[in-house]
């Protein structure tokens, strides 16, 4: 079988493989179909000194798969059932496994594609307990975009900015994987979505998905035009992943009492905090990583509703490498996958 392996820091390469094992007690095999890219694969590619991890590694944080086969004592799945696997080994026993909070799990065996054995291979064995059920009527292709980007959306903007109907966001970057969705998510939801982007033909594709003011950061300074577009009030909610860049004009769009939520931080990762600012003005700031496995089944129900992910582009599996150029250059809309 195939498997897309990196052998070094940055150095990919597709190879032929042994197939896995059956699966072990509680563990089903997997036929991967869809891989997501995400920037967490652009770190891992790249190579991260603190990431302790043995090559060859198989790539892939973020897939869509069907069960082939199942383990002994695995009853919640069927051969044939399509599945979303949750990408970080966590022990389901600890303190915040039990409070369903797994993204804070405190025994984490590692996150597939980055640390450990990822999901751009053709057939792979995981534990059935980290798995979400794909529900009818969600195509394969979106169902590959939930496991890291819009589980991480989701869980930004519900479990985390508690955002509600009426209330008015920013999203930066919204030309983005993760930010395309929260662009749709908070439309649908009934909010006024202010979003960043950093072209004119990025402008019009976000107007496109329902957007109702665009800025674009190059021409414009974004903060300004929020305070503007809000009366001087600023928003409820920002949603944040680029960092440095924008840092200091999310924090002045926000209105008193509002709240920033952040999973990321392309543009670099320091930024200063006045804060007088953060005190007066009370705001509160959330750092959010992952999601707890309960928002794979959100999201994926959320997709079934009819809010889905906005898809850039679709590679095969040989020009992962390509996609992964694509996205560290920014040039995108939406989210890119790799089909097995
Ligand atoms: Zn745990």
Redesign the pocket.
Known sequence: MRALQLLADRDLALAQRDPPPPPAPGEVQLRVRCVGLNHIDVWGFRGMAFAKRLFPLAVGAEAACEVVALGDGVTTLRPGDRVVPYAAL?????R??RRRR?NL????GGVRGFHIDGFAQDLTNHPARLVAKIPDGVDLRDAACVAVAYATVEHMLFDNAQLEPGETILVQAGGSGIGSIAIRVAKALGCTVITTVGSDDKAAKARDLGADHVINYRTDRFEGVVRRLTARKGVDVVFEHTGADTWAGSLLSLKRGGRLVTCGATSGPSASLNLMQLFQQQYRIIGSFGSPLSALGRALDRIASGVRPVIDAVYPLEDFQAGLARLESRDVFGKLLVEL
């Open positions: 966590v022990c389901g026993t600890c915040e496994c797994e799990c405190e025994n984490v």
